[in-house]
Structure formats: structure tokens, C-alpha cells
């Protein structure tokens, strides 16, 4: 059974930078693709950032040029870089591979607890 775990959230000032960690155990992470979502108190969970078997990556309109994801292959771990936080960031990110379904797209795991990231003054 593969287990996803977040870590690297916390209280932040707007401005500030947070990076966070994504692990999954039971699975390999290199051979999927990948995606960081939130969730905000009373909203739907969105995707955020994602990340090809490849390496190609893609942003929501919201955090590009200030959110970067990556991997590493070698520990099995993918990232979200998160600068120039502002507090529409604050949610709950979660991680997930990714596969086609259809003409969409489907989660692969069941989620895991995420991380929570505030960012207020």
C-alpha cells in the first residue's frame, strides 16, 4: 500500500518562502507523474503545480513564477518551492502521481494528510 507524506509547511510572513517535501513509500516516484494541490477552507481542492515523468513542469496562473516543483529521483521526493507567499496561499498541500484517464486526469493514490501552510502577518 503506498503511503504519501507532506512535510514542510508552517506559519509564514507574506513575502516569505516555505519548501516543501513529498515522499512516497511503496512506490516509485520517477516513473510517474506528479502534482501538488491545496485546498482552502470552504474550496475545492485545486492543482497547483505538476511535474512529468520527463521533467517538464506546468503552474496554475496563481503561482507561476513564484512556485517551482521538482524531483528527485534518488530519494524518491518531490518538492514545491514556494516564494513570495501570499496569504490566498494558505491551504492545506497535498501531493499526488497523476495519470490519463480519458481526456483528464486522475489521482493514483489515496491522499495522504498534507502539510498546512499559513501566511499571515
Known amino acids: 500500500q503506498v503511503q504519501l507524506v507532506e512535510s514542510g509547511g508552517g506559519l509564514v510572513q507574506p513575502g516569505g518562502s516555505l519548501r516543501l517535501s513529498c515522499a512516497a513509500s511503496?512506490?516509485?516516484?520517477?516513473?510517474?507523474?506528479v502534482g501538488w494541490y491545496r485546498q482552502a477552507p470552504g474550496k475545492q481542492r485545486e492543482l497547483v503545480a505538476t511535474i512529468a515523468i520527463g521533467g517538464s513542469t506546468n503552474y496554475a496562473d496563481s503561482v507561476r513564477g513564484r512556485f517551482t516543483i521538482s524531483r528527485d529521483n534518488a530519494e524518491n521526493t518531490v518538492y514545491l518551492q514556494m516564494n513570495n507567499l501570499k496569504p490566498a496561499d494558505t491551504a492545506v498541500y497535498y501531493c499526488?502521481?497523476?495519470?490519463?484517464?480519458?481526456?483528464?486526469?486522475?489521482?493514483?493514490?489515496?491522499w495522504g494528510q498534507g502539510t498546512q501552510v499559513t501566511v499571515s502577518s
Open positions: 511503496g512506490s516509485t516516484f520517477s516513473s510517474k507523474n
Open positions: 499526488n502521481a497523476r495519470v490519463p484517464y480519458g481526456s483528464t486526469w486522475r489521482v493514483l493514490f489515496s
